[in-house]
């Protein structure tokens, strides 16, 4: 019975992506509904819709009133697309047909050792989901997601008051760098990653109030990477690649950094013990899309030594998630 219940959790996860579809959590921002004004809200079949609503609450995910009403729940609260850390874009990618389609490959790829996204798609992951505009829009939204849900934890975790020039190495929009400038007055930000990306970071950087204070710069860490910088963070960057690759973007920030500067890498890194960690799943989902990995600390280690560094130390965090910080060798 136990190992049914994993089986099905299966329904229980798209029964999450059907709620975040059908925009269920922001029709009942505003307060609670009946099944009749739900229905039409969300635009589904009444039954039907009591339905899915039935079996989510059994998991917490909403809530019925006395009246009869339904309504958010904590857990619920989060499907919000527009809440402070939304997993209504999570829902939808991962519970998407086409990355349901890719987990379809697990076995072949634990066969081979190889992502299944090429064998589907012909092409590599970001290849294909620039052919997938509204795919890679829900991609975009769920990353945003994860990294609203690490920025506490990330910002609290290590002290950055000892930096004056902050790179971060495939920064997206800035989140992350927004968020240690504002805990470090005194330092400066430069944001690094590909033209269309950065294009968007102002906005974010003008609603955090630390544009003044950070050089936006676009290119490939494949090829190079901006120098001068005191602290180098890659955040969830090295996992998405393989061994060579991984050692190719460590070796440009090493030349980047000098013989003084310091990497930062956030990963989780994966632990020792064999209990339950939610690096280990991830390390499945790299598999798949990339043909890459998380990592354990011995691992991070060999490849930073590769590229020229020296694993300092793992600082854990209150997430899943941990600094490897590394200086030149």
Same mark, same amino acid.
Request: overall charge negative; some cysteine; aromatic content about 8%.
């Given at each position: $019975?136990?190992?049914?219940?994993?089986?099905?959790?299966?329904?229980?996860?798209?029964?999450?992506?059907?709620?975040?579809?059908?925009?269920?959590?922001?029709?009942?921002?505003?307060?609670?509904?009946?099944?009749e004004e739900l229905s039409r809200r969300v635009e589904a079949d009444p039954d039907?819709?009591?339905?899915?609503?039935?079996?989510?609450?059994?998991?917490?995910?909403?809530?019925?009133?006395?009246?009869?009403?339904?309504?958010?729940?904590?857990?619920?609260?989060?499907?919000?697309?527009?809440?402070?850390?939304?997993?209504?874009?999570?829902?939808?990618?991962?519970?998407?047909?086409?990355?349901?389609?890719?987990?379809? $490959?697990?076995?072949?790829?634990?066969?081979t050792g190889r992502p299944s996204v090429p064998t589907l798609r012909g092409q590599?992951?970001?290849?294909?989901?620039?052919?997938?505009?509204?795919?890679?829009?829900?991609?975009?939204?769920? $990353?945003?997601?994860?990294?609203?849900?690490?920025?506490?934890?990330?910002?609290?975790?290590?002290?950055?008051?000892?930096?004056?020039?902050?790179?971060?190495?495939?920064?997206?929009?800035?989140r992350l760098l927004a968020a240690i400038l504002a805990a470090t007055p005194a /330092?400066?930000?430069?944001?690094?990653?590909?033209?269309?990306?950065?294009?968007?970071?102002?906005?974010?950087?003008?609603?955090?109030?630390?544009?003044?204070?950070?050089?936006?710069?676009?290119?490939?860490?494949?090829?190079?990477?901006?120098?001068?910088?005191?602290?180098?963070?890659?955040?969830?960057?090295?996992?998405?690649?393989?061994?060579?690759?991984?050692?190719?973007?460590?070796?440009?920030?090493?030349?980047?950094?000098?013989?003084?500067?310091?990497?930062?890498?956030?990963?989780?890194?994966?632990?020792?013990?064999?209990?339950?960690?939610?690096?280990?799943?991830?390390?499945?989902? $790299?598999?798949?899309?990339?043909?890459?990995?998380?990592?354990? /600390?011995?691992?991070?280690?060999?490849?930073?030594?590769?590229?020229?560094?020296?694993?300092?130390?793992?600082?854990?965090?209150?997430?899943?998630?941990?600094?490897?910080?590394?200086?030149?060798?």
């Amino acid at each position: $019975m136990a190992l049914s219940e994993l089986v099905l959790n299966a329904w229980v996860a798209q029964a999450v992506h059907a709620a975040a579809e059908l925009g269920i959590a922001d029709a009942l921002a505003d307060g609670p509904l009946s099944i009749e004004e739900l229905s039409r809200r969300v635009e589904a079949d009444p039954d039907a819709l009591e339905r899915l609503l039935r079996a989510l609450i059994t998991r917490g995910v909403f809530r019925r009133r006395r009246d009869g009403r339904y309504d958010l729940s904590p857990l619920a609260d989060t499907l919000r697309s527009d809440a402070p850390a939304s997993m209504a874009g999570g829902a939808r990618f991962f519970g998407s047909p086409q990355h349901r389609e890719h987990w379809s $490959m697990l076995a072949d790829s634990v066969k081979t050792g190889r992502p299944s996204v090429p064998t589907l798609r012909g092409q590599e992951f970001f290849d294909y989901l620039a052919t997938e505009p509204d795919l890679a829009q829900l991609f975009d939204q769920a $990353m945003t997601g994860v990294s609203d849900l690490a920025v506490g934890p990330i910002v609290a975790g290590y002290d950055f008051s000892g930096y004056s020039t902050i790179v971060d190495v495939g920064g997206g929009h800035g989140r992350l760098l927004a968020a240690i400038l504002a805990a470090t007055p005194a /330092a400066r930000g430069v944001l690094y990653d590909q033209p269309p990306v950065v294009a968007d970071a102002p906005t974010l950087l003008r609603k955090h109030g630390v544009d003044g204070r950070v050089r936006i710069e676009s290119g490939s860490f494949l090829e190079t990477v901006p120098a001068g910088g005191e602290l180098y963070v890659l955040k969830l960057i090295i996992h998405d690649w393989p061994d060579e690759q991984a050692v190719t973007i460590l070796r440009n920030v090493r030349d980047a950094a000098g013989p003084d500067g310091t990497v930062l890498l956030l990963e989780q890194v994966i632990p020792t013990h064999d209990r339950e960690f939610p690096g280990k799943w991830v390390d499945l989902e $790299m598999l798949l899309c990339f043909g890459s990995r998380e990592r354990t /600390a011995a691992e991070y280690r060999d490849l930073l030594d590769r590229a020229g560094f020296r694993m300092t130390r793992v600082v854990q965090t209150a997430s899943p998630f941990s600094f490897v910080e590394a200086k030149p060798s």
